[in-house]
């Protein structure tokens, strides 16, 4: 079995990084989709319609170096202008 520092070459983002990283990626993705479905311009008789939101800009608490490994190892898609979406593991 490999050690950690075996597994994670220098300068890669540690496991326990990785996860706290996609914790607050989920965190900010479903704050965004609360706020734009609790936005006011729908109107009193609004049928309530989910958000449309699947990617964001990822919590600039970790560097891009993260968001790449997340990217790698198929948990994240990267979709272009630094957005981010989960990955279908389907």
Do not use: C
């Amino acid at each position: 079995m490999m050690s950690e520092a075996e597994s994670n070459p220098a300068g890669a983002p540690s496991a326990e990084e990785l996860r706290k990283a996609m914790k607050a990626f989920k965190k900010r993705l479903k704050l965004s989709r609360l706020d734009a479905e609790s936005s006011l311009g729908r109107g009193a008789t609004s049928s309530g319609h989910p958000s449309g939101i699947v990617s964001i800009i990822p919590p600039n608490q970790y560097p891009k170096a993260v968001w790449d490994e997340l990217v790698r190892l198929g948990r994240l898609k990267y979709v272009g202008q630094g957005l981010y979406e989960i990955a279908n593991t389907q």
